[in-house]
């Protein structure tokens, strides 16, 4: 098909702070499991090009990628998205509109 995305290329929604927080949230516990990309992408069943994507930011992960990711760090969901949240908008006109709302880390 051409112009289609590919399921590796779709973000979702997703804008880039977002997609950063998210990735953040994949590598601070990777890193302390003092686990590479290339161990975790194996153990999680996720490529290591596709675990970059995510932990870099440059693309959103599907919710089974997500549950793997998060059973092989022994992390929650609730961890690993912890920062972005989604507001739905009230309009009437278009219910699936809505907007992420991403929560600063604090340092």
Not at 17 to 28: D, F, M, Y
Not at 95 to 107: A, K, L
Request: hydrophobic share 40%; glycine share 10%.
């Amino acid at each position: 098909m051409v112009g289609a995305m590919s399921r590796d290329n779709r973000n979702w929604g997703l804008d880039l702070e977002a997609r950063q927080r998210l990735g953040g949230n994949v590598i601070v516990p990777r890193l302390r499991a003092e686990m590479s990309r290339g161990e975790l992408g194996s153990r999680a069943a996720v490529s290591t090009r596709r675990l970059a994507q995510v932990e870099e930011g440059k693309a959103a992960a599907t919710l089974d990628v997500w549950v793997r990711i998060a059973g092989t760090l022994d992390e929650s969901l609730d961890d690993l998205l912890a920062g972005v949240r989604w507001i739905p908008h009230q309009a009437q006109s278009n219910p699936d509109e809505g907007s992420y709302v991403v929560r600063r880390r604090r340092i």
